[in-house]
């Protein structure tokens, strides 16, 4: 059974974007910790990051039928698409909500999420490690 991790806008850049702010962990750093922390507990990873809000749509859609549960950190977008909200909840899968930084500590436009009302689990503010946290969640919470 497959897990699908997305990953949205600019997170591309991990490791060398504001590093104080999100840590020194590359993107490919995250992909791989989750996908160890997935085959660990008997599940597939399958990784996407896009900067584009309809190619997120479309992996969203492509879930359904081919993998078990979503984890997924919008990027901006959590602050800005009711159309994410609108896909998680029309494929009827469970996704967890990640965020690296503790966005209740930053902006106040940062404070908004479209996602968390259709989100199983929220999980922010435990750096990169909120990647593993998720994926055993959703591991969790697809196999009782
Ligand atoms: C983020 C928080 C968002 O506000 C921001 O736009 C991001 C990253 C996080 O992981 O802390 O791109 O989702």
């Not at 922010?124 to 055993?136: E, F, H, S």
Request: no cysteine; net charge negative.
């Amino acid at each position: 059974r497959t897990i699908l991790l997305l990953n949205g806008p600019n997170l591309n850049l991990l490791g060398t974007r504001e590093p104080d702010i999100y840590g020194r962990d590359t993107l490919a750093d995250v992909e791989q910790l989750a996908r160890e922390t997935a085959e660990e507990l008997g599940f597939e990873l399958k990784a996407l990051q896009s900067n584009h809000e309809g190619v997120l749509l479309d992996a969203i859609h492509e879930a359904r039928g081919t993998a078990a549960g979503i984890v997924i950190n919008p990027g901006a977008f959590t602050h800005t698409s009711i159309a994410l909200a609108d896909a998680i909840s029309g494929v009827s899968l469970p996704a967890i909500e990640v965020h690296i930084s503790n966005v209740h500590q930053r902006e106040a436009f940062r404070h908004h999420s479209y996602i968390s009302p259709v989100a199983s689990s929220i999980i922010i503010g435990a750096g990169v490690n909120g990647y593993k946290l998720a994926v055993q969640q959703l591991a969790h919470l697809i196999s009782g």
